[in-house]
């Protein structure tokens, strides 16, 4: 088998009513469909969360005539290859060695997103040759894993208890874990909200908060032993982007309550960090916005080897397999319950796992499980 096409499709909606994490402004849905195709009739599909999408797109062609004529069950090799470009090589400069030249090192995000929605598609197609669903490819049995909720997006003009009424919505579809973004507001305004969710839930529901690094480490402690006493399951992101696992350490042996962190990670290798200083007890890469299921799996088994629990960050669709085949050491595959929020998912993808009652169930299905509505594709097109 061999690769003969790899296309990107760049997808977009404007959302109807905007909202906030505490980092950024979020008025539009878009995700990058990749497309590898081989010379046997099976195509693999990945995806991409980032942008901008035309740059990926850009990056995504590039690589197409570097993996042109491999076989794509090679999927190590692949990545390697395309990993490769991301620093100067002995002979490279220019080109001379046949492959392009190094990439520009600003461009090194949209890079690792390119290549991870290459490799998620590359294991969609391992899946289909095996006949086989990606978890079981992996070695899981699990048809059922655990999954939680996110909501609680800043809306302008919503009142503080908007979250809380959100939340309880989804525990009353069957959900038993949640999770509220905050970090947004001053504290006393973000213990409020936290507090009315708490209420809302019920004290049996798992209850996490997604902050998006707003603190430093002092005012991480602070934030943390506020509202440690309403039994919150972790502390997600909490320090600013530029602080590091030394960082991460002082916040641990502080802070009552576990942290989580990782999704905006690139690589294997400063996520090894994090989970080697010891002060991270859920880890949460993401395959969709940096290097695909390749080295997420690098990761997983990484962090089972510490003791570390995979949480996934979002695209439930995708690593609830992840989830599956790492059993008791994954906790959960995160869902973005609200319909309206990834409505671009929604209408392309025909297939694929379910989310039931608090619980992801994956089909026998190979591959992802999914195939694609090309006229949702084209309504979407950006």
Not at 118 to 138: E, H, M, S, T
Not at 181 to 207: H, M, Y
Not at 208 to 230: E, H, Q, S
Not at 308 to 315: E, T
């Amino acid at each position: 088998m061999r690769i003969t096409e790899v296309l990107a499709h760049p997808l977009s909606v404007t959302y109807a009513q905007p909202s906030w994490t505490a980092h950024e402004y979020i008025d539009r849905s878009q995700l990058i469909l990749v497309e590898v195709r081989t010379d046997t009739g099976i195509t693999g599909y990945g995806e991409i969360a980032g942008g901008p999408l035309p740059l990926i797109c850009d990056l995504i062609a590039q690589f197409a005539p570097v993996i042109r004529g491999l076989d794509p069950l090679g999927h190590t090799e692949i990545w390697a290859k395309l990993f490769s470009l991301t620093s100067p090589r002995p002979g490279g400069l220019g080109g001379w060695d046949g492959m392009p030249a190094p990439l520009p090192r600003n461009h090194r995000p949209q890079i690792m997103a390119a290549i991870g929605g290459i490799d998620i598609a590359l294991w969609d197609i391992k899946g289909k040759a095996a006949n086989l669903p990606v978890f079981r490819l992996l070695g899981g049995t699990r048809t059922e894993v655990f999954t939680y909720a996110t909501g609680g997006f800043y809306v302008e003009g919503a009142p503080l208890g908007a979250g809380a009424d959100e939340l309880a919505g989804f525990v009353a579809q069957g959900y038993r874990a949640v999770k509220l973004k905050t970090g947004a507001l001053s504290l006393a305004d973000e213990v409020t909200r936290i507090r009315a969710v708490r209420e809302a839930i019920g004290p049996d529901v798992l209850f996490m908060l997604d902050m998006n690094a707003p603190y430093d480490v002092a005012g991480c402690i602070d934030f943390a032993k506020a509202v440690a006493p309403f039994d919150i399951h972790w502390l997600e992101e909490p320090l600013h982007w530029y602080l590091q696992p030394a960082d991460y350490v002082r916040l641990a042996a502080a802070s009552p309550i576990p942290l989580a962190h990782g999704e905006r990670e690139w690589h294997r290798y400063t996520v090894r960090d994090f989970i080697d200083s010891g002060a991270i007890g859920f880890i949460q890469f993401d395959s969709t916005r940096a290097a695909g299921f390749t080295e997420s799996l690098r990761i997983a088994h990484y962090a089972e080897q510490k003791g570390v629990s995979i949480a996934p960050h979002s695209a439930v669709h995708l690593h609830a397999h992840l989830v599956s085949a790492f059993g008791d050491t994954a906790f959960a595959a995160e869902s973005i319950a609200r319909p309206d929020f990834h409505p671009i998912q929604d209408a392309i993808y025909i297939g694929g796992p379910e989310v039931r009652n608090g619980m992801v169930h994956l089909p026998e299905t190979p591959g992802f499980g999914m195939e694609i509505d090309w006229a949702a594709v084209e309504r979407f097109r950006a």
